[in-house]
């Protein structure tokens, strides 16, 4: 659905850049949504995880766990969407193995380079993290097998736009493992303009 209620996007995007600049910057900090490897154990992360430097997943900051829907297959190309500090594209990449490709995107600078300073100490070839919009993809028609996310379409107010562009970017026969967040009840036009509603 795009956003029927007057929000300034710009703002919005900035400051959720900010909010995820710091969970990259400074990870030991106490957020209000939790973070780091105790909570992606407790979220039942698949063992794979354990071969994911600390320095990916002390940023961690999903709200669920994509790979509870299904493993991924050995060659399978993978987009992380919204993929953070790279927790999750690092598993998958373990997951579809040199055969494979995961391609993470992600708009916040400073957790892009967090994801590729991880990739690089983990010696991983499959894996690249790209600068990027959810709501404008920069890759061709069906390039992609398997859509995982967690933590970001909630994010997004052009819900629309997002799907519309995984839909896009995604082979005949392709499928999208989300971990999001959702309301059971309408929020309130007031509710929707706070920003720091949308952030966390
Ligand atoms: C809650 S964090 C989750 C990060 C990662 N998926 C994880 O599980 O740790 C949300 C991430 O989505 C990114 N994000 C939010 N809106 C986005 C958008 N419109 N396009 C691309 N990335 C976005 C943020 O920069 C942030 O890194």
């Known amino acids: ?11 919005l995007k900035s400051e959720i850049k900010k909010t995820y600049a710091s969970v990259s910057l400074e990870p ?11 909570w992606a154990e407790d979220l039942g992360y698949p ?3 354990a071969s994911v430097p600390d320095s990916a997943v002390e940023s961690f900051a999903g709200v669920a766990n994509p790979f509870s829907l299904g493993r991924l297959d050995e060659g399978e190309r993978v987009l992380d969407l919204g993929s953070g500090a790279g927790t ?15 391609v993470g995107i992600d708009m916040t600078e400073e957790m892009l ?3 590729r300073a991880a990739a690089a100490t983990m ?23 398997v859509v995982i996310s967690n933590g970001v379409i909630d994010l997004v107010p052009d819900k629309e736009a997002v799907f519309s562009e995984l839909h896009r970017v995604l082979a005949p026969g392709g499928r999208i493992q989300l971990a999001d967040v959702t309301i059971q009840q309408p929020v309130s036009e007031e509710g929707r303009r706070k920003i720091d509603l949308w952030t966390g």
């Open 1 to 11: 659905m795009a956003v029927d209620v007057d929000i300034d996007i710009r703002l």
């Open 28 to 38: 030991e900090k106490d957020f209000i949504f939790p973070t780091g490897r105790a």
């Open 47 to 49: 063992p794979e995880l």
């Open 88 to 102: 999750d594209s690092l598993v998958a990449a373990q997951m579809v193995g040199a055969a494979g490709r995961v």
């Open 113 to 115: 380079a967090r994801a």
């Open 123 to 145: 010696g991983v070839p499959n894996v690249e993290f790209v600068e990027g919009e959810a709501e404008r993809l920069p890759f061709a028609d069906g390039s992609f097998d």
